[in-house]
């Protein structure tokens, strides 16, 4: 259902603050330092699967087929203070 939310801009933003903002909020409730909270993140609509080449068979994360396919959202996140929306890029 996450992908289909993902597809619709306007939806994709609702769920990118919500979920950004629970995250604050239980960082705060926890006692986090600045330096250990999430600040940025990226909601990908398709889930991780062998079929799509990004888990092994037994279930593992393939690190480089993963890092080239979400590199330029890491860059991105990293290097743009507004960054961390539900858009790929």
């Known amino acids: 259902k996450v992908a289909e939310v993902l597809r619709e ?4 933003a609702r769920l990118h603050k919500a979920i ?3 995250i604050a909020a239980m960082s705060t409730e926890a006692g986090l330092k600045g330096f ?3 600040k940025k993140l990226h909601l990908e ?3 991780w699967s062998v ?7 037994t279930f593992k994360m393939k690190r480089n087929d993963l ?3 979400y590199q330029a959202v890491l860059d991105a ?3 743009d203070p507004t960054a961390g929306t539900a ?3």
């Not at 801009?9 to 994709?12: S, V």
Request: net charge positive.
């Open 9 to 12: 801009p306007a939806a994709a």
């Open 77 to 79: 996140l990293y290097a």
């Open 45 to 47: 609509g398709e889930p």
């Open 87 to 89: 858009s790929k890029l």
């Open 36 to 38: 250990e909270r999430i």
């Open 67 to 69: 890092k080239k396919r």
């Open 51 to 57: 079929d799509n080449g990004m888990l092994t068979p």
């Open 20 to 22: 950004s903002q629970q």
